[in-house]
T-cell receptor, first 115, second 114 residues
Framework: NAGVTQTPKFQVLKTGQSMTLQCAQDMNHNSMYWYRQDPGMGLRLIYYSASEGTTDKGEVPNGYNVSRLNKREFSLRLESAAPSQTSVYFC??????????????FGQGTRLTVV | GENVEQHPSTLSVQEGDSAVIKCTYSDSASNYFPWYKQELGKRPQLIIDIRSNVGEKKDQRIAVTLNKTAKHFSLHITETQPEDSAVYFCAARVRGGSQGNLIFGKGTKLSVKP
């Protein structure tokens, strides 16, 4: 049982390049999330998906797109990376099918640097 | 939407003392309040949570209290140890709808000095 797995762990991009962060969970969770973490700013929600086939914007969605490929996978795409997107990105999931609200389980994070 | 304020941003205590971190939330519909601990370079991990139908919950040296009327909740750590040093985040989840929003406070960096 791997929990939440995200790739890659580290990435350096040049301004204007694109990339996709991958996330997969094996806990049969309905909800999945992408957060970014910056010093002094806590964890800010970029996008979330309450269930397969649905996605919604969070607090800081500009510059990002997401895809809920299936129940297990939720990807985050940067179409044209900017230095302001330098951050640590965390994927998370929660809420088993038919169950109550539960804690969010986090992936190990992706440290992204845009130069 | 929900807004979560967390104080203090940094907290330094002597080993063996107690530490208290406080959070307030804005949406009275929020019904689930987890606390996460994040060690340097690691992912956030749940240490304790409380639901809106409970006023207090305790797990060994850690306790959380919830005041729904005032819309605030607090984390209490007793007999602190150096391994408690980390960043702690509170969060609130809004009931109903898509249940998609888990909103975090900005974090408290706790330092426990031996």
């Amino acid at each position: 049982n791997a929990g939440v797995t995200q790739t890659p762990k580290f990435q350096v991009l040049k301004t204007g390049q694109s990339m996709t962060l991958q996330c997969a969970q094996d806990m049969n969770h309905n909800s999945m999330y992408w957060y970014r973490q910056d010093p002094g700013m806590g964890l800010r929600l970029i996008y979330y998906s309450a269930s397969e086939g649905t996605t919604d914007k969070g607090e800081v969605p500009n510059g990002y797109n997401v895809s809920r490929l299936n129940k297990r996978e939720f990807s985050l795409r940067l179409e044209s990376a900017a230095p302001s997107q330098t951050s640590v990105y965390f994927c998370a999931s929660s809420r088993p099918s038919g169950g109550p609200v539960t804690e969010a389980f986090f992936g190990q994070g992706t440290r992204l640097t845009v130069v | 939407g929900e807004n979560v304020e967390q104080h203090p941003s940094t907290l330094s205590v002597q080993e063996g003392d107690s530490a208290v971190i406080k959070c307030t939330y804005s949406d009275s519909a929020s019904n689930y309040f987890p606390w996460y601990k994040q060690e340097l370079g690691k992912r956030p991990q749940l240490i304790i949570d409380i639901r809106s139908n409970v006023g207090e919950k305790k797990d060994q040296r850690i306790a959380v209290t919830l005041n729904k009327t005032a819309k605030h909740f607090s984390l209490h750590i007793t007999e602190t140890q150096p391994e408690d040093s980390a960043v702690y985040f509170c969060a609130a989840r809004v009931r109903g709808g898509s249940q998609g929003n888990l909103i975090f406070g900005k974090g408290t960096k706790l330092s426990v000095k031996p």
